[in-house]
């Protein structure tokens, strides 16, 4: 519900503060006054294109702030929730500042937001309807969510949940098919590579750890030579016909024959010398086996070489180390298996997407024939609401219509288009396109008054939904405007005496003038004055009587 509304110097309203109630409220005045400031000035809180113009002479910045009580199942709580913008006494409260300079700022209770996001906002809360309106039921996109809730009310149909859960797994099911079938394309278009790779490596046959034992080997080979030479040598010195060993012999030989006559005293020396001799023989003897394990063949040191170097190859060419490539081939191989085995699988992945598509096509042929038979309990409830709005020859009807594959959605596949007919032998069309000026708002309220019990709490605003008629059609609209404000917040602008009387609310707009300065005021009636505003309205200047007692007939009903 609107609750307050603020304006600040815009045009030729200086300072207006309205405060508002539930029910049908009516603003009334004469040409020029000043209504469509209001409804100007409402519409910059709700997002609409400011415009520097709109500032009052000798402002520097006009103000508008416009206050809704929202319940908590409020869409729009949904939309301020993701934002991090918090209610203040279940109150949201739209502001915008328009400069001179052309410059504009918008609030959400106070904290600052782009413009975008507070027409959002404003298109839940309000919708306005005129005569060259272009939001709400005027744009064909917003039909099937108007068809769906009156759907669900009068037939309570629970497709909707089934069609999301069907919706959600075919496109989950189409995405891992269509994963799949990239990867397979990408494999088969380096199958060729692939292959040379592995029958590389497995030549190659790569081990974890080889490289450390290729290159100690790679090592020792290449320092043989310099290894065996020195082996000879130490041979040579220890064959020399000074032979160490025949030394340690004699010498031990004399000794030994002396000692037992030395008292014990060469004891010692024997001893070191029998042990010398043991270990000269073992190093003759280990001297000896080294040289024989020492079998240099050039050609096996190459061969190390070789493989060594092909092992580095490859280990760059993969972007690893050498120990990893014998898990590279691994890889390799399992890549190899996969795309042998992708068409089977890939297969399999295009059945499960067909069946979830299947699925989903089932849903959503239900649903379409759910909206099939609430389009037809729709046209025919706005049937008998079109001829007493004086829309004798006008028809009403949904258009349903299966969308193209691509713009399926997890609402079905279905396009809602409301079309009317206007004249007999002339074909239907779109809602927004073959009805115009207080037909189009008329068709509009007729819809409206039908769908009001599926309605999220939104104010509807309409702009002289009367123009151009009166009599007992003005009375018809006057009574459907009553009528949809038992289950909303209406407001309406009108020149109709037999609309305002059924206002619960009423406020008279007029301009006024000190001789220099120009303003607007909005006055809101007590019962007494509304007599004489609706009096006026049917007599015009002069008020009489009788005038005074038509307006009591048409505020009492009697």
Known sequence: MLA??????????????????????????ETGAGKSILLDSLGLALGERGDSGLVRPGANKLTVTAAFDVPDTHPARHVLADQDITLSDDQVVLRRA??????????????????????????ILVEVHGQFDAHGLMDPRTHINVLDRFRHVTSGADEDAACL?????????????????????????????????VETLERLAPVPGEE?????????????????????????????????????RVAHGELGRAAPKAEGRLDAVCGALDRAAIELAEAQSALDEAAASFDIDPAELEAAEERLFALKAEARKHSVDIDALAETLASLRLRLD???????????????????????VNAAKAMTKSRQHAGQVLSKAIAGELSPLRL???EFAVSIEVLPETEWSADGCDSVVFEVKTNPGMPPGPLNKIASGGELARFLLALKVVVASSQPPTVMIFDEVDSGIGGAT???????????????????????????????????????????VTATRVVQLTP????????RMLAGTDITDEARAAADVLMTGT
């Open 98 to 123: 328009v400069g001179r300079d052309g410059r504009s700022r918008a609030f959400i209770n106070d904290q600052a937001v782009s413009v975008g996001l507070l027409r959002q906002v404003g298109a």
């Open 4 to 29: 307050s509304l603020s304006i600040r110097d815009v045009v030729l309203i200086d300072k207006l503060d309205l405060e508002l109630t539930n029910g049908l409220g009516v603003l009334t005045g």
């Open 528 to 535: 007494d004055e509304r007599r004489e505003e609706i009096a």
């Open 212 to 248: 450390s034992d290729l290159s100690a080997k790679r090592a020792l080979l290449r320092h043989g030579e310099q290894i065996l030479s020195a082996i000879e040598t130490a041979r040579q010195a220890l064959s020399e016909p000074s032979d160490v060993d025949a030394a340690v």
């Open 392 to 394: 004798h020859e006008s």
């Open 165 to 197: 859960a069907l919706w959600t797994a075919w496109r989950e099911t189409h995405s891992t098919f269509k994963t799949a079938e990239k990867l397979l394309r990408e494999a088969k278009e380096e199958e060729v590579i692939l292959r040379a790779d």
């Open 474 to 516: 003005a009375s018809a609209v006057g009574e459907r405007l009553s009528q949809l404000a038992e289950a909303l917040q209406v407001l309406v602008v009108t020149h109709s005496p037999q609309v305002a009387a059924r206002g619960d609310s009423h406020w008279r707009v007029a301009k006024v003038t000190d001789g220099t």
């Open 338 to 360: 996969s795309i042998e085995g992708g068409e089977d699988n890939l297969l399999r992945l295009a059945k499960a997407e067909q069946a979830a598509r299947m699925a989903f």
